[in-house]
């Protein structure tokens, strides 16, 4: 993480090369540097090196219904119960929320006249009771996007990635490395494409046709 970006691209084209499988998921790209940023250290030693090693798949829920990326329009409710908040809401859009083990996640803990004040980022177990995916289907009967519903969900408070309804600051520096993810992920495709062309002889490179093997 803390490499210079240029060297972080000429990384990822290094492993596309070699042909490593990359992770599922938006985790190491856009929620692990937000957590070495703002979590706690009980929070990186929790769930960094098991994202390292791909043991759950992270998906973000941030856009909304009606909201879509206007984060003061958030309407996903997190409700503090002692050492739990009680969310309920809708997110869309949520890229491999079908295969997802976890949820980081903007709710809303204050009023809602607090707007990009009341905001904050939670980490969820999207496998909690009380959480409904529903996948949203392209023409092939495929999908990479989902819906995710939060009914009554219980999160515990530890969960909490910095303070409460201190969220916009998470923001600003998930969306600078979802930016960068994507540009990397940029990088790893062209390097992989690359390490896969077959070179293609002109013409005038081929054999004198009396040379060339029979043909059936």
């Known amino acids: 993480m803390e490499l210079p970006f240029a060297h972080q691209v000429v990384y990822q084209e290094e492993l596309a090369r070699a042909r490593v499988p990359a992770p599922i998921g938006t985790g190491l790209g856009i929620a692990a540097p937000t957590i070495i940023r703002y979590g706690t250290e009980e929070q990186e030693q929790r769930w960094l090196a098991a994202m390292l090693r791909g043991d759950r798949v992270w998906a973000q829920g941030y856009s909304e219904p009606g909201a879509g990326s206007d984060l003061p329009a958030l309407r996903t409710r997190a409700r503090r119960d002692g050492d739990f908040y009680i969310v309920t809401g809708q997110k869309v859009w949520t890229s491999h929320a079908a295969r997802a083990d976890v949820f980081f996640t903007l709710v809303r803990t204050g009023t809602a006249a607090s707007r990009r004040h009341g905001i904050s980022?939670?980490?969820?177990?999207?496998?909690?009771?009380?959480?409904?995916?529903?996948?949203?289907?392209?023409?092939?009967?495929?999908?990479?996007?989902?819906?995710?519903?939060?009914?009554?969900?219980?999160?515990?408070?530890?969960?909490?990635?910095?303070?409460?309804?201190?969220?916009?600051?998470?923001?600003?520096?998930?969306?600078?490395?979802?930016?960068?993810?994507?540009?990397?992920?940029?990088?790893?495709?062209?390097?992989?494409?690359?390490?896969?062309?077959?070179?293609?002889?002109?013409?005038?490179?081929?054999?004198?046709?009396?040379?060339r093997p029979p043909t059936d």
């Open 121 to 211: 980022h939670l980490i969820v177990d999207a496998h909690a009771p009380g959480i409904e995916v529903r996948p949203l289907r392209d023409l092939t009967g495929g999908h990479l996007f989902a819906e995710v519903f939060f009914d009554e969900v219980r999160v515990p408070v530890a969960d909490r990635v910095g303070e409460e309804n201190g969220g916009r600051p998470l923001v600003r520096t998930s969306l600078g490395h979802e930016r960068a993810a994507g540009a990397m992920n940029q990088a790893m495709d062209q390097a992989y494409i690359g390490s896969s062309t077959v070179t293609v002889k002109p013409p005038s490179a081929l054999p004198p046709a009396a040379n």
